[in-house]
């Protein structure tokens, strides 16, 4: 960009970068397609929503104007400044398009030329000058909303380049904390080369302690020009945004277990994933993303957006309720639709045949949904607002010379993933774990968890698919060992297995025992969200076996809809442990009716209402329920131990006996 006036050069002064590994919670790359021209205030395309710019102070007839374009292309750090070389574009200050700015007719007649600006024209040369307007500017470019909800410590960083004179002529750095605008740093002008032309520079800030789990954060970019005439390229460039926090590991969500590309020169491609959580509970994967590698940032796995491996768009689990609990060590394979391996057991995508958690089915099934936006290999590594549709396996597919498979909390923030492929290939180190397992191509190869620590590369396996593809199945001793551990504690009776299974308006739950040390009873616990687990039923135990034992349990009033049942075991001195949890779906009836504590549940596949009367014919309490849903209905405090329910939808009625004594709750059907 050329100078129109005195030039500047100084030292650039940094903070220190942090040391600590830093999971990318928020990030913006401007990218909009736009070669030039495009203000920043028509912005709207981005991941995060609208950019706005807000004058902040006196703005002259030709201020200048806030672009995002390539014309100043995001170059990597320590790059000089180009024009659209990579189509990168940046957040940047240039002269106003829509009028005669003072010197615009001779260097940018256009306006935007990148990071290059109009100081203004000279006191005393207006007459030599393209206009006499004033170029006075004080104007910033405000973020959207940034949500920091749950979040604290965290840290701003970008890179960009900047000029002009002093704080005559500058650029600062604002914060917005939901009420107040203050500004949060004024950066150092950054040095220049290739013949005058900014140099990209990180910066790193930490934002103040009032962002922590502070939904309501902005920043902003403001950019002044005191009209004096003097100042120097480049004007003010900005990319790559992000704000980090303290990345701490958990293992509360999906682990990719196994990735497998097939057989060379074929698409037999899956992703198997492994849900981690406590033993014996449940995790809600609604919502949850697959992905493959996304670019260079939002801890992606490359070391740029183009040529990296990266498919536009991803996958995630659907709303079903099925994914609203799913249980600890479950597996979870996802495969290509278009070219099934032949190896993949049957489609099973609800775990119901059988009941073995195991979760088996294509990128395209109804269960899962595909955003075919976000991340794009040419623009955006970011995760923002998408309209799903159906799912497909090319919005993850793999590259054979290297990819990445990896899984994403709902908000889009990095949770586990592994990768593959050389340097040569645009692969970075494994993302923020460092789980690059392999460095060759994966073309007929496979890649597996095998060890006792997900986060660790030397517990994944890279080998070629002959022998060691196990799809839906753990993959080695140490695999099943680890799986084991998160699906429950040992029962200390051999139990063979827990089913549960709807049969006549009931669910009859059954298991097997193959020995019993100290057993005193077992007892049947049941949940309508996979989380709250109350007891229904209870069977004594056998003491002591060694022989193979039977044992039935009926749920004479199950839940409408799904439920979710497991099986608690008690020794004689008082310890417990619980079996694995399955789930059961009851087909919708009209006006069903369960007991819960001295609590009625009421409702219905379809809307009803609900009445109870009491001995005198008295209505004691009325209401309604939502179609599939259920209404609780508390009993303590009714002046009568003997009510009728009364029931029902348009199509059908019931009246049911309600008995409270010293022994609970009885419902009895009466019509």
Not at 119 to 146: K, Y
Not at 270 to 285: I, K, M, Q, R
Not at 482 to 506: K, Q
Request: proline share 6%.
């Amino acid at each position: 960009m050329p100078s129109r006036s005195i030039a500047w050069a100084g030292l650039v002064t940094l903070l220190p970068t942090v040391a600590t590994a830093q999971l990318v919670v928020w990030a913006e790359e401007f990218e909009n397609g736009c070669t030039g021209g495009c203000y920043a205030s028509a912005y709207s395309t981005g991941p995060n929503g609208a950019w706005s710019v807000v004058n902040t102070g006196t703005n002259g007839a030709c201020a200048n104007r806030w672009f995002i374009s390539c014309t100043e292309n995001g170059n990597a750090v320590g790059a000089c400044g180009t024009s659209c070389t990579s189509a990168n574009e940046t957040l940047h200050v240039g002269n106003d398009v829509a009028c005669a700015s003072p010197n615009g007719c001779f260097f940018c007649p256009g306006g935007d030329c990148g990071a290059a600006y109009d100081a203004s024209c000279p006191p005393g040369l207006c007459a030599f000058c393209c206009s006499c307007n004033s170029a006075q500017t004080d104007q910033r470019a405000t973020s959207p909303v940034i949500d920091l909800t749950g979040r604290s410590g965290a840290t701003l960083s970008f890179q960009y380049m900047e000029g002009g004179q002093g704080t005559q002529d500058n650029a600062t750095l604002w914060y917005y904390n939901g009420s107040v605008w203050s500004q949060l740093a004024d950066m150092a002008k950054t040095a220049t080369g290739c013949g005058g032309q900014g140099i990209w520079t990180a910066y790193t800030v930490p934002l103040p302690a009032s962002a922590n789990n502070n939904p309501n954060v902005r920043i902003g970019f403001r950019w002044v020009n005191n009209n004096d005439g003097s100042g120097a390229d480049p004007s003010f460039a900005v990319d790559n945004v992000q704000i980090t926090v303290a990345y701490v590991p958990d293992c509360v969500g999906p682990l990719v277990n196994e990735l497998g590309n097939g057989p060379a020169g074929g698409s037999k491609e899956y992703l198997e994933l492994l849900v981690c959580g406590p033993a014996c509970s449940t995790v809600d994967l609604r919502r949850w993303k697959l992905d493959d590698n996304n670019g260079v940032l939002f801890n992606g796995f490359g070391t740029s957006l183009a040529s990296s491996g990266t498919a536009a768009g991803h996958l995630r689990f659907s709303n079903a309720a099925q994914w609203a609990a799913v249980p600890t060590g479950a597996l979870v394979l996802v495969y290509n639709e278009a070219d099934p391996h032949t190896l993949l057991p049957p489609n099973d995508p609800d775990d119901s045949a059988p009941n073995d958690s195991v979760y088996v089915l294509p990128a395209n099934s109804p269960l899962l949904e595909g955003c075919a936006l976000f991340p794009d290999a040419n623009s955006s590594s970011s995760y923002g607002t998408c309209t799903f549709g159906a799912g497909s396996w090319n919005l993850v597919g793999l590259r054979n010379d290297g990819d990445a498979g990896q899984t994403r909390r709902p908000d889009g923030t990095y949770f586990h993933g592994i990768s593959y492929g050389s340097n040569a290939n645009n692969m970075n180190g494994g993302g923020i774990d460092a789980l690059r397992i392999s460095t060759v191509s994966h073309s007929g190869r496979v890649i597996s968890f095998t060890g006792s620590d997900p986060r660790s590369a030397a517990d994944f396996t890279s080998a070629p698919i002959a022998g060691n593809e196990t799809p839906g199945a753990p993959n080695n001793a140490a695999n099943a060992a680890y799986i084991a551990a998160l699906r429950c504690v040992v029962l200390p009776v051999g139990l063979v297995a827990f089913t549960a299974t709807p049969e006549h308006g009931t669910v009859r739950t059954a298991w097997t025992t193959a020995t019993e040390t100290g057993n005193d009873h077992f007892t049947v616990e049941r949940s309508a969200d996979g989380s709250d687990f109350r007891p229904v039923g209870s069977v004594p135990g056998a003491g002591h076996s060694v022989a193979t034992l039977h044992y039935l349990w009926t749920d004479a009033h199950p839940l409408p809809g799904t439920a979710y049942y497991r099986l608690r075991q008690t020794d004689f001195d008082g310890n417990s442990a619980l079996s694995p949890v399955v789930s059961v779906r009851m087909p919708e009836e009209a006006g069903r009716v369960v007991v819960q504590g001295e609590d009625l549940l009421v409702g219905g596949g379809a809307a009803g209402a609900w009445q109870l009367v009491d001995p005198l014919g008295r209505v004691v309490g009325a209401g309604s329920w939502e179609a599939g849903g259920t209404v609780r209905i508390p009993l303590a405090g009714m002046a009568s131990s003997l009510l009728l329910l009364r029931m029902g939808d348009r199509r059908d009625q019931r009246t049911h006996r309600v008995l409270r004594g010293a022994e609970g709750v009885m419902v009895e059907a009466v019509r």
